[in-house]
């Protein structure tokens, strides 16, 4: 599979009516048992969580996409993995399907303001990061995070792995899931980082991170063990939600927890 070549300075490919998006994911959670929870309303901006409650959970899972209004690939993944419905019993699950709804209107990075949201979780000043921050630290503790993204520069899909306490990873079963689906990343350098085999295991001290992204301060805060995923956003939209929905998967129903 050949990347399609229309990225060329920022992200060129298709895009997505975030607002259906939402809706057709309200309707299809609302009728298969999540909880809605509010995490901004103001006439101007919403953001909107999920939680898929388990009454004896093993697991405690947590996603979220959407904060970068240039992903199509992540809220598409999450409309897929709710109309499946295939969730396991024993897995608590909290969702966030779109971090930055005014971003995808004008298919741009950041926000309508200008705000990459994704480097705001150390210094809260834009409003969408403030509410999530807040609800965020409402919520218990998670087992493993997962954070969606799209690279427009990458070759192919790649992750970053945050787990500092060397807990059972995740990251080479979903390299080996996703690359039946999409091209797999395999630069020994990828965003300036040391990768092997499309993952990518960045420092944790808090030092080396003068703008926060989501994953980190969740690292701080709410869980040891992390993922980013990035899907190659110069392949076809399909290829990329995919890749996704693959990744995810892994971690659902990988039984070691």
Not at 23 to 28: A, G, N, Q, V, Y
Request: aromatic share 8%.
């Amino acid at each position: 599979m050949q990347k399609l070549g229309k990225n060329n300075g920022s992200y060129h490919g298709e895009r997505i009516d975030i607002t259906a998006v939402l809706r057709d994911i309200r309707e299809d959670a609302s009728a298969t048992g999540w909880n809605f929870d509010p995490v901004l309303a103001t006439p101007a901006l919403e953001l909107h969580a999920w939680h898929r409650p388990s009454s004896q959970p093993r697991r405690r899972i947590y996603i979220s996409t959407g904060i970068h209004g240039d992903e199509p690939a992540g809220p598409l993944a999450i409309r897929e993995l709710v109309r499946e419905n295939a969730w396991s019993q024993d897995v608590d699950i909290c969702l966030c399907p779109c971090l930055n709804p005014t971003g995808f209107p004008i298919n741009r990075r950041e926000n309508a303001s200008g705000i990459d949201l994704n480097r705001q979780y150390l210094h809260l000043e834009a409003e969408e990061t403030r509410a999530h921050v807040d609800w965020l630290q409402r919520q218990p503790a998670f087992d493993v995070a997962l954070c969606l993204h799209e690279d427009w520069e990458s070759h192919g899909f790649y992750l970053y792995e945050l787990n500092p306490d060397n807990r059972p990873s995740h990251a080479e079963e979903m390299i080996r899931r996703v690359s039946a689906v999409c091209p797999i990343d395999l630069s020994p350098e990828i965003e300036g980082r040391p990768a092997q085999g499309g993952i990518i295991n960045p420092s944790i001290d808090p030092r080396s991170r003068p703008e926060w992204p989501e994953a980190f301060w969740l690292l701080n805060y709410k869980t040891r063990h992390s993922y980013t995923l990035e899907a190659p956003s110069d392949f076809p939209l399909a290829t990329r939600v995919s890749a996704l929905v693959e990744a995810v998967k892994t971690v659902l129903e990988d039984a070691r927890g």
